[in-house]
């Protein structure tokens, strides 16, 4: 059983930057896919941007240029680096987990996730 543990997150001013991390215990495949999904109030849950530590990363359009994911393998950790933010960024962001990238923004494929952690944007 993989466990996930989320930090980070807040509220900051439109245009300002956050950071979030999440820290896998043991995993045992070779190669994951780390992701972070988020939901807004009354929406679905969308991804916004997977790793997979056999190589690529990948961002839905609406953060592309703006967000950073990225991995430390010395502490199992992978980030969410989140520039400029805009009030529409305003949700509870999610990490989560599995083997493969493939459809990699669909929730549904993910076998662990964290607890989720809010951010708040405002204008």
């Known amino acids: 059983q993989v466990q996930l543990a989320q930090s980070g997150g807040g509220s900051v001013q439109t245009g300002e930057s956050l950071k979030l991390s999440c820290a896998a215990s043991t995993y045992t495949n070779r190669n994951r896919c780390m992701a972070w999904f988020r939901q807004a109030p009354g929406k679905e849950r969308e991804g916004v941007a997977a790793l997979y530590t056999g190589g690529g990363t990948y961002y839905a359009d609406s953060v592309k240029g703006r967000f950073t994911i990225f991995q430390d393998n010395a502490q199992n950790t992978v980030y969410l680096q989140m520039n400029s933010l805009q009030p529409e960024d305003t949700a509870v962001y999610y990490c989560?987990?599995?083997?493969?990238?493939?459809?990699?923004?669909?929730?549904?494929?993910?076998?662990?996730w964290g607890q989720g952690t809010q951010v708040t944007v405002s204008s």
């Open positions: 989560a987990a599995r083997s493969q990238p493939a459809l990699w923004w669909l929730p549904d494929k993910y076998d662990y």
